[in-house]
């Protein structure tokens, strides 16, 4: 059974085996990442702190490219689906963060919120077919495919450096804190 905090986020287990403690982690930290940008309109999710271009809207499209880009096109060699389809990204390889600003906070949510399911389903059947073992079938330009082992730590990771920012730009915008 798993015990959800305050904030609506399940505590990982504390005593799982190396999946579930993966995974629980993982959504753990998207968790927290949903409860920062939270119930925030158009201007919240474009406020910046300090010199900084980051907004939480343009975490929650990247963060949503960085479920996509791992748990679909890294891991089963998938084209990148709408809207990253369309995109230019070597006239500006950081459009995710920056037409954020253009997009409505549902459809942000709503974008980041599929590629996470997306993802799971991603993971799951990775996971059936090979275990966290199962290497990516997309090689980097070295020639080397990361395991889903190394993916789904790289994710923790990738959530748990941006809910730091997440942190500041939140308590800016409101005065929101918290973990």
């Not at 996470?116 to 199962?134: F, K, M, N, Q």
């Not at 395991?147 to 915008?173: F, K, M, Q, T």
Request: with cysteine; hydrophobic share 35%; glycine share 10%.
């Amino acid at each position: 059974m798993t015990c959800i905090d305050e904030h609506g986020r399940p505590e990982p287990p504390e005593a799982g085996d190396e999946v579930e403690t993966l995974l629980g982690f993982l959504d753990y930290q998207r968790a927290t990442f949903a409860w920062k940008t939270h119930g925030l309109d158009a201007q919240g999710l474009d406020a910046r702190v300090g010199a900084s271009t980051m907004t939480l809207g343009g975490m929650l499209k990247h963060l949503a490219l960085v479920e996509e880009g791992w748990c679909s096109r890294a891991l089963f060699d998938r084209p990148l689906g709408p809207p990253w389809d369309r995109v230019d990204w070597q006239q500006d390889p950081d459009w995710d963060w920056h037409s954020a600003r253009l997009d409505h906070p549902e459809e942000l949510h709503s974008l980041w919120e599929l590629a996470v399911r997306r993802s799971r389903e991603s993971v799951a059947t990775a996971i059936a077919e090979g275990g966290l073992g199962i290497l990516a079938r997309r090689r980097g330009t070295d020639g080397q495919a990361p395991s889903l082992r190394w993916i789904l730590c790289h994710l923790i990771e990738e959530y748990a450096r941006h809910n730091g920012h997440a942190d500041l730009i939140r308590e800016a915008v409101d005065g929101q804190t918290g973990e």
